[in-house]
């Protein structure tokens, strides 16, 4: 089983050019198209979130039902859902706005435990950024990796949520001993500042790095480095690309039984280039079509 941990929300999505231009609301957010993702790959998965009891969050709760995700550690709250206004440029890139002032995601509370046979756990976006529920994520992390639980991280910064740079980067720092896993953007690597190699002393045994339709690259604790090119395709837009990565790695990892940081540095070049190339392929599937709408494992067969 695979958790992944963070919020769900509504992306409103223009249909045209112009400030004005109509906007559709499409099922989103970092972690839950990530958990979505997993259970299309055909990977065990469960979310763990808070969800609201309004019609967004009750067709959040249904999607989960539909692709086969656990439920069981999502909570429910009568505050409205989380939006989230995207703008997609010229090149398909996806910038947004949130709406996010007393939100039922933020009033996420840590679980006593975990989904019986949890072997991973992923985390990110917004909800490690918005109080009172990161702090909440935050312990979460902090008990799976004492507890032995592969954890991955995924930052996914949106800048304009964040009120203290310096302060969240000293934070994200203080996470990195409870990561096994760390992906980010070169965006994201970019505002932090650091680098592979300063992460990676840090506390995690790989570090993955998207370079959009360049590819990817990762990096392992004991110095190897594993680039792969990115797959070519006619871009709608990029909603949804990380997270598609995100979950892509996962559920390659979990098929090899490499759910380690020891696992992850015996990978080698075969390794990782056959996992990278797979999550590649995943993103640019997801990149093909409007909207998060990661594939499913059918897809990418072959």
Same mark, same amino acid.
């Given at each position: ?18 400030? +004005? ?18 259970? =299309?790959?055909? /990977? ?16 959040? +709760?249904?999607? +989960? ?12 709250? /009568? ?47 917004? /909800? ?42 000293? =934070? ?100 990782? /280039? ?23 494992? =059918?897809?990418?067969?072959?």
């Amino acid at each position: 089983m695979i958790v992944v941990a963070g919020e769900a929300l509504i992306d409103l999505v223009p249909q045209g050019t112009g400030a +004005l231009a109509a906007l559709r609301p499409a099922l989103g957010g970092g972690p839950y198209n990530t958990a979505v993702a997993l259970g =299309r790959l055909g /990977s065990p998965a469960a979310f763990c979130s808070r969800l609201s009891s309004d019609a967004f969050g009750q067709a959040l +709760l249904d999607r +989960l039902r539909e692709t086969g995700v656990d439920v069981s550690a999502v909570q429910r709250g /009568s505050e409205p859902t989380t939006l989230a206004v995207a703008t997609v440029g010229a090149d398909g890139s996806a910038a947004y706005s949130f709406y996010v002032e007393g939100t039922a995601d933020r009033l996420f509370t840590a679980p006593s435990a975990l989904p019986d046979g949890t072997r991973a756990i992923s985390f990110g976006t917004c /909800s490690l950024v918005l109080e009172p529920g990161a702090s909440a994520y935050e312990e979460l992390m902090r008990a799976a990796a004492t507890r032995g639980v592969f954890t991955a991280l995924d930052p996914n910064i949106r800048a304009g949520l964040i009120p203290d740079a310096d302060a969240y980067r000293a =934070r994200f720092m203080s996470w990195l001993p409870s990561v096994t896993l760390l992906k980010l953007s070169e965006e994201d690597a970019r505002w932090l500042g650091g680098t592979p190699q300063e992460w990676l002393a840090a506390g995690p045994a790989a570090v993955v790095i998207t370079r959009g339709g360049e590819g990817l690259t990762a990096f392992t604790a004991d110095g190897g480095t594993y680039s792969v090119p990115g797959e070519r395709v006619e871009v709608v837009d990029t909603i949804g690309a990380g997270d598609t990565v995100n979950a892509a790695l996962l559920h390659g990892l979990a098929v090899r039984d490499a759910l380690s940081g020891a696992a992850l540095a015996a990978l080698g070049p075969d390794g990782w /280039s056959e996992l990278l190339g797979f999550a590649a392929r995943a993103a640019a599937v997801t990149c093909s079509r409007a909207g998060a709408e990661p594939p499913y494992a =059918r897809e990418l067969e072959g």
